[in-house]
């Protein structure tokens, strides 16, 4: 059953200066894996006069989170009932890539969010009385199992985190029974990993295919024209499985033009596009993100004298594309998925304008992953306060678990983040010249929602051996906490 959601209720950009799924293989290859979850749009001011009031009053007031009443504030909660927690304090750890050297400040809008939200939550008495104080991590990249050892020590959990090779810290955050609420999961122990939970879920042996149902929606005539940019990249064949396995649920046809492109790049793209121009195709799907390689290929595309629909995922809603665009026309036929609503319509979106207005007030930067993170935060607050007094990480496990219904106030499609699902919604955005907007549903700020649109993939894609309960195997000892709902 299909039907259109407007921005859900949750259980308890004009241009701007802007910004995981399976296993990282190599370091580029983790990069790649972030950026296929999120983008780098950031914001600018998130409305003007009426609208960003209009906005603030429907939230519900200072103290709502887009339609999420707030769980944090004052209270009586006393005991020093775990590590990291006393009668005044909850320590938690949260952190990104910043220090990477090749590429500096690497998603730090994720680390903006969750000490934005640090201080909105103290502001209002914290999570029952007590105060959160969080440690700001910086995994570099390289360093995230150097991260974990130090946030076992002291740390009661990780919340709103995301490092590219969190696969090099799984088997130290099991060991120390580090419970996480992270905003993204790279490597396939982590996304389905053990004391884990998320605010919008990636797991490896379900996939959100709503984007292809809606390109078939748009496009109904092109259903045998389609093709998938080729890689050599181990990470891009596997999720390009996946891909395929989706738009053939979705009625596709792929061409097969067997085109694979070097993911370090190219002397020239002409062969392979005029290949694709043999092949006939009139549509490329392209698991890259928005890079000079990937302008070149698009260049040749043209050269040829093909115009054919492209389509990816949430990374090419990006700066660099919206300014390459702006400058050559050659994207003006991109679409791209999001399960989370665009910057551009926080002027129908309370959840996404609170958020711009709490991480601009200190300066930090705006984008789909700090949305992502904040969404985290707000999931582990949710069941923080449900914990009251007796705040303790398999408190924390029991009230994650029982949370099937989650949209972080209206910033996403709605999630079950208690059994790892992902979402059965989204939205299709459209780029011409500079400018994004959204290209279905037609209707601004609504989501296309569809049972159907969840995917069981083939378990050859998953990366790790999943247990009755969906949970990675690699790791398990007899100590991990478990649910006991």
Not at 45 to 57: F, K, L, R, V
Request: net charge negative; charged share 20%; proline share 5%.
């Amino acid at each position: 059953m299909t039907s259109i959601s407007e921005p859900p209720v949750s259980r308890c950009r004009r241009r701007r200066g802007r910004k995981a799924v399976t296993a990282a293989a190599m370091l580029a290859a983790a990069v790649l894996t972030i950026t296929s979850c999120a983008t780098e749009r950031g914001a600018s001011p998130i409305g003007s006069g009426t609208q960003a009031a209009e906005a603030q009053e429907s939230s519900g007031g200072s103290q709502d989170f887009g339609t999420l009443e707030s769980p944090c504030g004052e209270g009586d909660a006393s005991g020093a009932t775990d590590q990291g927690v006393s009668d005044t304090e909850i320590k938690i750890g949260y952190g990104d890539d910043r220090g990477y050297a090749q590429s500096p400040g690497l998603n730090k809008e994720m680390s903006d969010a969750v000490t934005a939200m640090i201080d909105w939550c103290n502001e209002q008495g914290g999570i029952n009385g007590r105060t959160i104080v969080g440690t700001d991590y910086d995994a570099a990249m390289t360093q995230a199992n150097t991260v974990m050892q130090e946030a076992c020590r002291s740390e009661f959990m990780m919340v709103g985190h995301g490092f590219a090779m969190d696969q090099t810290a799984e088997q130290t955050r099991v060991a120390c029974n580090m419970a996480a609420v992270p905003a993204y999961t790279v490597s396939p122990d982590a996304a389905n990993g053990p004391m884990t939970f998320q605010g919008v879920p990636f797991p490896v042996d379900y996939a959100n295919g709503a984007a292809w149902f809606q390109m078939a929606k748009m496009h109904p005539d092109m259903l045998k024209d389609f093709d998938l940019v080729g890689s050599t990249m181990p990470t891009i064949i596997t999720s390009l499985q996946k891909t395929r396995s989706m738009a053939e649920a979705a009625g596709f046809e792929l061409k097969n033009c067997g085109v694979t492109i070097n993911y370090q790049g190219e002397p020239s793209y002409l062969p392979f596009a005029e290949k694709y121009k043999q092949c006939g195709v009139k549509g490329l799907w392209t698991s890259r993100s928005p890079v000079p390689n990937e302008f070149n290929f698009f260049k040749a595309v043209q050269q040829v004298g093909l115009d054919p629909i492209i389509f990816g995922e949430a990374t090419w809603y990006a700066d660099t594309a919206s300014e390459f665009n702006e400058g050559s026309g050659l994207l003006d036929n991109l679409n791209a998925d999001m399960t989370f609503q665009m910057l551009e319509n926080a002027d129908e979106v309370p959840a996404v304008a609170k958020y711009q207005e709490l991480v601009e007030a200190q300066g930090g930067k705006t984008a789909l992953l700090g949305m992502q993170a904040t969404s985290s935060f707000l999931l582990w607050a949710t069941a923080a306060k449900e914990c009251g007094s007796d705040l303790t990480r398999q408190c924390m496990i029991d009230e994650l678990a029982s949370i099937h219904e989650w949209d972080g106030g209206g910033l996403h499609a709605v999630t079950d983040p208690g059994k790892n699902m992902p979402a059965k919604c989204g939205l299709m955005v459209a780029l011409e010249g500079g400018e994004y907007t959204q290209a279905f549903p037609e209707k601004k700020a609504e989501f296309d929602c569809s049972d159907e649109y969840l995917i069981k993939t083939e378990p050859s894609t998953w990366g790790t051996e999943l247990g009755p309960d969906r949970i990675s195997t690699k790791y398990l000892g007899p100590n991990v906490i478990k649910p006991q709902v």
